[in-house]
Nanobody, 130 residues
Framework: QVQLVESGGGSVQAGGSLRLSCAAS????????????MGWFRQAPGKEREGVAG???????TYADSVKGRFTISQDNAKNTLYLQMNSLEPEDTAMYYC????????????????????WGQGTQVAVSS
């Protein structure tokens, strides 16, 4: 079991930046084996939850085409924290952003696939105005 808590959301104008954080907590054992992969997903009103960026424990990353070149996912293993640096934000990026973690050993095969994640945070809202 691992608990995930997101922070860093807010309201910005188009072209601005935000950095989201996700703190993972639990026992050292459970945190390690529950975070083989971690990812960021988002859900806009009336839309399906979609994968934004994911990172495997060995460091490989995947990004959705819509955010490539603008968003960067990273993690600080010492702090058990996941980050999403979002630059050049667009109104289309407006959504609730969720942090996710996976204990599935095959999670690296689909780092931004919802079905590969079994732990979820409560979300943090991002609003981008034009």
């Amino acid at each position: 079991q691992v608990q995930l808590v997101e922070s860093g959301g807010g309201s910005v104008q188009a072209g601005g930046s935000l950095r989201l954080s996700c703190a993972a907590s639990g026992s050292t054992y459970s945190t390690y084996y529950s975070t083989l992969c971690m990812g960021w997903f988002r859900q806009a009103p009336g839309k399906e939850r979609e994968g934004v960026a994911g990172i495997a424990s060995h460091g490989s990353t995947t990004y959705a085409d819509s955010v490539k070149g603008r968003f960067t996912i990273s993690q600080d293993n010492a702090k058990n924290t996941l980050y999403l640096q979002m630059n050049s934000l667009e109104p289309e990026d407006t959504a609730m952003y969720y942090c996710a973690a996976s204990s599935f050993t095959y999670c690296y095969t689909g780092l931004i696939s919802r079905e590969n994640y079994n732990y979820w945070g409560q979300g943090t809202q991002v609003a981008v105005s034009s």
